[in-house]
């Protein structure tokens, strides 16, 4: 039930860039997109609705395919900043009004 | 600096008691949202209220309650505690009722049952 995330973790070096993805069983009405870093509280990214919005902010982008309940956040030039343990947050469209966060990716980076 | 903040910090008690957090949104923000997250479970919504009233609901057990007050500060109470309530949790808020809006999280409670 819970959104599988891939990787489960990553090690990049500064400049290099990242696909995570998120994909659900279940059909999606939104993903939310986080970074958490150690100790610290989630810090929102980007929502996508819907309709296969792809958004970005900077160097992170993200996508979501509907069909495929799928989402994908795209890290471009990974700075040392980037690096933490990221989460999707999926609203279900199921019957019952459900938000699941995916298994976590973790992301390093190194110098 | 989120502008959400979470009382207490830090909070160690005993299986079987009762504990309250305490959370106070964003200035301007109407939803409240709980979450848990521990490391066998990961992050897991537990209830949002949006002014006063209960929006939805998530995983929480039937121990845990809520409640958004008129000054829409939101507290969490935990009864008969077990072990495994062991977790960090965290409140959001966020500016609207519809969850597809962004939340800000505050720093976290992180409770310890011995």
């Known amino acids: 039930q819970q959104p599988v995330q891939s990787p489960q973790a990553v090690i990049l070096r500064e400049g290099e860039d990242a696909v995570i993805n998120c994909s659900s069983s279940?059909?999606?009405?939104?993903v939310h997109w986080y970074r958490q870093k150690h100790g610290e509280a989630p810090v929102f990214l980007m929502i996508?609705?819907?309709?296969?919005e792809q958004k970005g902010h900077e160097k992170i982008s993200a996508s979501f395919n509907e069909k495929k309940q799928q989402s994908s956040l795209y890290l471009t030039a990974s700075q040392l900043s980037y690096s933490g343990t990221y989460f999707c947050?999926?609203?279900?469209?199921?019957?019952?009004?459900?938000?699941?966060f995916g298994t976590g990716t973790r992301l390093k980076v190194l110098a | 600096d989120s502008g959400v903040t979470q009382t207490p910090k830090h909070l160690i008690t005993a299986t079987g008691q009762r504990v309250t957090l305490r959370c106070s949104p964003r200035?301007?923000?109407?939803?409240v949202y709980w979450y848990q997250q521990s490391l066998d479970q990961g992050l897991q919504f537990l209830i949002q209220?949006?002014?006063?009233?209960?929006?939805a609901k998530g995983n929480i057990l039937e121990r845990f309650s809520a409640q958004q007050f008129p000054d829409l500060h939101s507290e969490l109470n935990l009864s008969s505690l077990e072990l495994g309530d062991s977790a960090l949790y965290f409140c959001?808020?966020?500016?609207?009722?519809?969850?597809?809006?962004?939340?800000?999280f505050g720093p976290g409670t992180r409770l310890t049952v011995t």
């Open positions: 279940k059909a999606l009405y939104s």
């Open positions: 947050g999926t609203e279900v469209t199921s019957g019952t009004y459900k938000y699941i």
């Open positions: 200035s301007g923000d109407l939803s």
């Open positions: 996508l609705l819907k309709g296969g």
């Open positions: 209220y949006y002014n006063g009233e209960e929006r």
């Open positions: 959001a808020s966020s500016v609207a009722a519809d969850i597809s809006y962004e939340q800000y």
